[in-house]
C-alpha cells in the first residue's frame, strides 16, 4: 500500500457550502463544520495540507443547546490587565454576537496551526437567511 499525498495545486480549488443552523445542536453542528473547514469529508483528506472548503452559515441565533446550558454556559475573555476577566453567559452572547457562539464551538475543534487559522478564515456566520457570499456559488448542504 502507498499513502497518496495531495500536491500543493490540489489546494487551490475551494467549495463552498451554505448550512442553515435553525433547530441545530451547537456541539454536533460545529464539530460537522470543523469537519468540512479541515477537509475530512474528502477522501484524499491530508493532515498538512490544505484540502478544506469553505462554510456559510445562516440563521446563527436559532441555534440550540441542550440540557441547562442555556442558563450555565459562560464565555469569558481576558485583556491581559489584572482583574481583566469578563464573563458573559450565553443568554447574553445569544442577543449581542449570535455568529460569536458558533464560531467559538468551531474554534475550539481546529487544530491551533498556521493552517488552522488559516482555514477558520473560511467560516463566515450570518444573523439571517440572506448572505453576501453568492460569488461564491455555494452548494446548498444539509446536516
Known amino acids: 500500500m502507498t499513502t497518496f499525498i495531495t500536491k500543493e495545486e490540489a489546494q487551490n480549488s475551494h467549495e463552498w457550502y451554505l ?15 470543523a469537519k468540512i473547514l479541515r477537509g475530512k469529508h ?12 469553505g462554510v456559510i452559515v ?7 443547546v441542550t440540557g441547562a446550558k442555556e442558563a450555565q454556559k ?17 443568554r447574553a452572547m445569544q ?11 468551531v ?12 482555514q477558520f478564515k473560511r467560516l463566515k456566520v450570518f444573523r439571517g437567511d440572506s448572505h453576501d457570499m453568492t460569488a461564491q456559488k455555494p452548494i446548498v448542504c444539509e446536516i
Do not use: C
Request: charged share 25%.
Open 107 to 118: 474554534w475550539g475543534m481546529m487544530p491551533k496551526t498556521k493552517l488552522g487559522r488559516k
Open 19 to 33: 448550512l442553515d443552523a435553525k433547530g441545530k445542536t451547537l456541539g454536533r453542528f460545529a464539530s460537522e463544520i
Open 95 to 105: 442577543q449581542k454576537h449570535p455568529e460569536h457562539i458558533i464560531e467559538h464551538a
Open 42 to 53: 474528502k477522501p484524499r483528506f491530508t493532515p498538512h495540507t490544505d484540502t478544506g472548503d
Open 58 to 64: 445562516l440563521n446563527a441565533p436559532m441555534v440550540k
Open 74 to 90: 459562560n464565555y469569558y475573555t481576558h485583556s491581559g490587565y489584572v482583574g481583566g476577566l469578563k464573563e458573559t453567559s450565553y
